[in-house]
């Protein structure tokens, strides 16, 4: 069964920590996204890999980063200099970059 | 300054009749477009997709219709069921030029379908 998977589905933590959200799909997808979505707003890009090894800043890349070391894994991190961390965070995959993207089933991150 | 536009925020229609949705964008250079369904708390998910070639694409129940001279598309859904309630995205791509990583959403458009 392919997909992308995310853990955990909802996440707390306490400002000031860091939290590492997970993304791994098994479709064989070259390209990995990571997105946010706030209440009454589209999807804001955050950071984007195309192959392994490599990624870039999107829009919004400011208190976070992410790692690429496997094709299938492209984990967050929220870091404690992301002012406004609370959101629902997205991940997807394309066969390729520009190709129609696959999403995962998000992980609701609220920090107090 | 958003360059994918959804300016309608709701819609809200009868089963079985039409349901269209709208999406403006300003950047000529997209050459590439998706039309995305959103549940709450779950992942969007691709409906349906349109390049710049066309005017028009249809599968199943849902058309796209591109006007590239007014920069707008459209979604229609025939006939509209309660299962299609959800947040709509629409979204735009540069697919040309090795630019072609990033798609640029609308704030999306939640559809009711009222039985």
């Known amino acids: 069964d392919g997909g992308i998977t995310q853990s955990p589905k909802y996440l707390f933590r306490k400002e000031g920590q860091n939290v590492t959200l997970s993304c791994e799909q098994n479709l064989n997808h070259d390209a990995m996204y990571w997105y946010r979505q706030d209440p009454g707003q589209g999807l804001r890009l955050i950071y984007y890999s195309q192959i392994v090894n490599d990624f870039q800043k999107g829009d919004i890349a400011e208190g976070y980063s992410v790692s690429r070391e496997k094709k299938e894994s492209f984990p967050l991190t929220v870091t404690s200099a992301q002012k406004n961390p609370t959101a629902f965070y997205l991940c997807?995959?394309?066969?390729?970059?520009?190709?129609?993207?696959?999403f995962g089933p998000g992980t609701r991150l609220t920090v107090t | 300054d958003q360059q994918v536009k959804q300016n309608s925020p709701s819609l809200s229609v009868q089963e079985g009749r039409i349901s269209i949705l709208n999406c403006d964008y300003t950047?000529?250079?997209?050459?590439?477009f998706l039309w995305y369904k959103k549940y709450p708390a779950e992942g969007p998910t691709f409906l349906i997709s349109i390049s710049s070639i066309k005017d028009k694409n249809e599968d199943g129940r849902f058309t796209v219709f591109l006007n590239k001279s007014a920069k707008h598309l459209s979604l229609h859904i025939v006939p509209s069921q309660p299962g299609d309630s959800a947040v709509y995205f629409c979204a735009a791509s540069l697919n040309s030029g090795g630019s072609n990583y990033k798609l640029t959403f609308g704030k999306g458009t939640l559809l009711t379908v009222n039985p």
């Open positions: 950047n000529s250079m997209f050459d590439y």
């Open positions: 997807a995959s394309s066969i390729l970059a520009g190709y129609e993207q696959y």
